[in-house]
């Protein structure tokens, strides 16, 4: 692949911390008031926290709007193919140029100053949401909420959070109160807050957070409903009750974030022909994602080959469950790598349910990468006949030689999954 332009710039944004993550707003805020305070100048914010399904919500809530009408930005992390994709202009992809021209700018007003690559481009994200017009802005959150880069946002139209659960726990804390807490940290003073299903622990905190910010609630189970009923999906709010198609993204998760992107839009006034174009026409890549060309599918031969980018123990049950939903295939195996960071044998647990052999691979390029090796003795841990591939390509090969008919799944990771898809065209 060329290098292009921004390509070069987000690397040199690379060296400028040396951290990946380090939770602050204190270096923020100075770069964003030499650059005019573009954070100050953007349109009205949704702004998403939580640990699963920001995105998918997002997705659909996106959708939502553009039936409507309305032109939205949107702001997502991290990209699966390439960067462009974390910054959504009224509908559309950031051009190559804005982009590079918008990073430039910010890096040349940070100079040498340490700032995380997150915050660079957030900021840089920021900048070009500002000089961009559009009705709305969703403004998914990176890591927690507290501290996360997003959250120097003073007063977005209203805030999400999607279901919490166990990750990142050297940066977020060790108990999901302490989680929630931090994801909590998005909620503004008299913001309406609308929350998705979420253990009691986690609800205490956000709770209690909304009580000291009086930031209303709308939340799962007290202010709207929503279950899945004889192939459709019934949701119910102070509104009414709606009959809509079911999502369009695959998985019963998926219910739970459509009820939570239901409850924003019409929270927001939205109508009905707004909330079915959010189940109908939302897109998002890698969550359950049927691969159907390219030349890993060509070398699947007769096996279906599917992507999901889920790492932690609650998207591999989400993911379990989705798969049984599935029409049956003969056989699924799994080709799974995983970054270092995350816990392995709580994600692969419940895969055990749905499927026998795992093919475990390493991640190319990234350091924190889990060394094939200990996937596969961590699968082995938990009940898979596990063995170590290559890569990606190796691994739907050998498969393809042994079962005429598998269905195959590539899992573990969004870095992986980003992988995947730039190899496969």
């Known amino acids: 692949m060329n290098r292009t332009a921004s390509d070069v710039i987000l690397e040199r944004m690379m060296s400028l911390h040396p951290k990946i993550i380090d939770l602050t707003l204190d270096r923020m805020r100075p770069l964003l008031e030499r650059l005019g305070h573009p954070e100050r100048a953007l349109p009205p914010v949704i702004h998403i926290a939580g640990t699963n399904g920001k995105g998918s919500t997002q997705a659909m ?18 990209h699966l193919a390439r ?18 021209a918008t990073l430039d ?10 700032i995380t690559y997150f915050e660079i481009t957030t900021i840089a994200a920021f900048l070009a949401f500002s000089r961009h017009p559009a009705d709305w802005l969703l403004l998914e959150v990176g890591l927690g909420g507290r501290f996360d880069a997003t959250n120097v946002v003073e007063t977005p139209a209203l805030t999400i959070i999607t279901p919490v659960s166990i990750d990142h726990q050297q940066y977020l804390g060790e108990t999901l109160a302490e989680i929630a807490g931090e994801k909590a940290g998005i909620l503004k003073r008299g913001v309406p807050c ?18 000291r910010l009086g930031a209303p609630l709308v939340a799962h189970g007290q202010h709207w409903h929503v279950r899945e009923e004889r192939g459709r999906l019934v949701f119910q709010d102070e509104t009414g009750l709606l009959d809509l198609p079911l999502p369009n993204l695959i998985g019963a998760h998926q219910v739970d974030n459509a009820g939570a992107a239901l409850a924003a839009l019409r929270h927001l006034g939205f109508g009905e022909d707004s909330c079915e174009a959010a189940m109908t026409g939302a897109q998002w890549p890698a969550r359950l994602q049927r691969l159907r060309r390219g030349p890993l599918v060509e070398a699947a031969g007769n096996g279906e080959l599917w992507l999901d980018g889920g790492h932690n123990a ?23 790598g995983m970054l270092r960071t995350k816990d392995i044998s709580g994600y692969l647990r419940p895969l055990r349910a749905v499927a026998e ?15 094939a090796e200990e996937t596969r003795a961590a699968a082995e841990s938990v009940g ?25 799944l590539i899992c573990g990771s969004l870095y992986l999954a980003g992988r995947v898809l730039r190899e496969n065209g």
């Open 357 to 371: 052999r795992l093919h475990a691979v390493s991640i190319p390029g990234e350091n924190a990468t889990l060394p």
């Open 83 to 100: 960067f462009h994709e974390r910054i959504r202009l009224a509908g559309d992809l950031i051009s190559e140029d804005d982009l590079a």
């Open 61 to 78: 809530i996106r959708a939502g709007l553009e039936a409507a009408g309305k032109r939205v930005h949107a702001y997502t992390s991290p």
């Open 194 to 211: 609308v929350t998705g299903p979420q253990p009691e622990e986690a609800m205490e905190a956000i709770e209690a957070q909304a009580a």
């Open 384 to 408: 898979f006949d596990a063995r170590v591939a290559a890569d990606v390509g190796a691994a739907v090969a050998q498969i393809a030689r042994t079962d005429p008919n598998p269905r195959i």
């Open 314 to 336: 609650a998207a591999g049950k989400a993911l379990a469950e989705a798969l049984t939903r599935l029409p049956p295939r003969p056989s699924t195996h799994l080709i799974c």
């Open 105 to 114: 700018e910010v890096a040349q007003a940070n100079g040498d100053t340490p």
